[in-house]
């Protein structure tokens, strides 16, 4: 009899988590290029393309160049602050707070929304803990670079995800040791190189979720693009070319036409002749006995004269033209670019040239938003094994993009409170006024002491009402409950 030894599944990849590994790369590989393009000139490292007219061979090495695709990403990114989860029925948020924490969520949040706006795209990964079965879900923030999604556009779902990366414990190995990360509905499937070329497994979470653990926010989607777009545009990365070629245009000029070119007739030869006879350069000649100069054989004087230097202005004006074009593709305030008007622009003037930036960070935060919540349940259906309660939705608090003064928030927040359309003691109130999370915990920290302290007042006086001084250990119960804020007498 001829034994057969079965091929383990949690040794070996299946045929068809080869075929989607295949599809997955090629995906991968093909939108690579275009986005190390978008990191390029986010980075200022894009390759000017040169007209080859006015720019001589020997200054080709000149690179110049302008940040602002980076001054147009960072500037709506940082109006995107995500400051904290809660249940939008107002319970306890503290399990919500653990994932957050645990996963360091409100800064990483900044890198994934840079990195979303840059390339277009970002992925939030969900797992389970390394550190045992009561370790927090791990939620990472991934880029496109090194990940792509296999998306269902009928059932607006990934069907597969992939991941190829450096492990962190081969960081000195070479370039072809790398790891894939096969996310499917059922399992997470990480992968090393063989040396014949194949695949092995060297780890698999069954974790029955029935979905992929990976979310897309895609920036900028359309019905028949769900994958997402840049901001950084063909159009906003052909004005920065224009641009940076003026500013190249504009250091050539100083090298040739920096200083100003004089001439002079009637001179004699030994003007230009050193003491010894010989000819000096022209750089001698220009800066040194040439303005002295002899009479000819009739007793005139040369004629010295100086011609125009070169006047940078005109070019300067066409860099504000490109800045005024470039404020408009990106939604930004012009002097945000740069560019000034000899009349200061006023305070409502400024907001309302913001209000093209802050719409573009509203509809951000309402993307950017469905995908974080769509990573938490994901977190919380990982943690608990089942998927998370759909009546009970999470809310994602984030910062007013716009920039409101203070007086003027904590006026509208005063009126509507006086109209009775909010209670004094309600969070939203704090909210409007332009506190942050942390901040309004400590004024709900502070309003339970200060209700404490008025509750043990109320007793004392009760006590003293009856009939003489309360007795020493009502003393120390009423200091107790002074320190605890009032919680024990609630």
Known sequence: MTAYAPELPLTFLSDDELALINILRADLLQDRWQLQLRDAYFNGEQLVRDLGISIPPQLKGLHTVIGWPRIGVEGLEQ???????????GSDSADLLEIVEANDLLDEASLAHLDALTYGREYLAVGSGDCGGDCPPLISVESPLDMTLLWDARLR?????????????????????????????????????????????????????????????????????????????????SITDAACRRLMGIEVASEFFGAPQRYILGASESAFQDAEGNAKSAWETYIGRVLALERDEDGNLPTVGQFAAHDPSSQTKIIDL?????????????????????????????????????????????????????????????????????????????????????????????????AGILPPDSDVVLEMAGLTEGQRQRVAADRRRAAGRASSTALMDRLASLGGEPAPATTVMTAELEADGGQALG
């Open 79 to 89: 109006r995107l602050d995500l400051e904290a989860f809660r249940w939008a029925d």
């Open 157 to 237: 779902m990934g069907m597969a995800a992939l991941r190829e990366c450096r492990p962190d414990q081969l960081l000195d190995a070479g370039a072809e040791d790398r790891m894939l990360v096969l996310y499917l509905p059922d399992q997470t499937v990480q992968a090393m190189p063989t040396a014949s070329g194949g695949w092995e497994v060297v780890d698999r979470d069954i974790h029955k979720l029935g979905v992929v653990p990976v979310v897309r926010m895609a920036n900028r989607q359309r019905t028949s693009d769900r994958v997402g777009r840049t901001e950084i545009t063909p159009d906003v990365m």
């Open 322 to 418: 490109y800045a005024r074009i470039m404020a408009t593709q990106l939604g930004l305030p012009p002097h945000m670019l740069g560019y000034t008007s000899d009349n200061p622009a006023s305070a409502d003037a400024i907001r309302s040239s913001e209000a093209m930036l802050v719409k573009k960070a509203e509809r951000r935060t309402r993307r950017f938003g469905a995908a974080w919540r769509d990573a938490m349940r994901l977190a919380l259906w990982v943690r608990d094994g089942e998927p998370p309660d759909k009546t009970r939705r999470i809310e994602c608090v984030w910062r007013n993009p716009a920039t409101p003064t203070i007086a003027a928030q904590t006026d509208a927040v005063v009126k509507m409170v006086q």
